[in-house]
């Protein structure tokens, strides 16, 4: 027997929901359209995880980050972005370093760029170290600085450390960085961007607190390098796509071996790189702010959802008992 309302149901509503669709994304188009223009610049300098923190290759990999920010320095943009970490280097203590890098802005004559570092903070005698993000100027003023939120477990930090005390002996590699207190929310010049480093781009609130507090475009650096030649990269990549289209902004993504793309605010790759090759890749963005469902509700949608199988499954188990 043919299933007549579910079928009817199901062609009634599969062109009701392109139609939404098309005109919602024509719609956001429209409004892109008219925002204010930026020329933002990505850079992906391919730096091997094995040589990366390498004091030996500090130097080089500093000449690689000014090489590639400084071609087509006609292009003239208003923002460079160097990935997660991009300067092996406590960019607070080497002031020589930090000299060539608010250099190379001049020189690639751009006004700003933002940078991964590591950090660190002193509280009551205690040193605090934090996978950071700072935006400079031109003229070498710190704008900003962006201490990673959420940190990878047993990457970055060891959870229940107390109780996971022998973790550390059995991993090399695993970091004991301090979490930071506040979204990355960084402003330059009558803008605000919102910052995500590496993983973070995986968690849609973190996006939103971002755009709620002023962001109008996102910038996601990062190191996937670890991930080698995998699907790793490219699925980590797709997630920028969808805090691109749950809040209507422009994402940049600056990866070390990539994938650095520029993503618009319905989620159409602009431009992206390939995998594990020195690039540099420059665009413009508009930024907007375009209320959504997500930006005003967040994750209601789901709660919703979630209450409403609740209560489904729990009438289904009532009925089987009176049964």
Known sequence: MIPWFETIFTLILFPMVLFYGYSRVESVQEQVAKGQVMRVKLIQPNIEQAVKWDPAYQDDTLKVLESLSLAGASDSPELIVWPEAATPFYFQLKEAYATRVVNIIRQARAHYLLFGSPAFTVERSEIKYHNSAFLVSSQGEVLGRYDKMHLVPFGEYVPLQKLLFFVHKMVEDIGDFSPGGQPGVLSFQGKSLGVLIC??????????????????????????????????????????????????????????????????PTGKIVSATGLFTPAAVTGKIQLVKISTLYNRYGDIFVVICSVVSFLLLLGCLIKRDEG
């Not at 995986?202 to 670890?226: H, M, Y």
């Open 199 to 264: 993983y973070e781009i995986i968690f849609p609130e973190l996006a939103r607190q971002c755009v709620q507090k002023g962001s109008s475009f996102l910038v996601t650096i990062t190191n996937d390098a670890w991930f080698g030649k995998t699907s790793a990269p490219y699925q980590h990549n797709s997630m920028a796509t969808l805090r691109a289209v749950e809040n209507r902004v422009f994402v940049a993504r600056a990866a070390n071996t990539g994938i650095t793309s520029l993503i618009d």
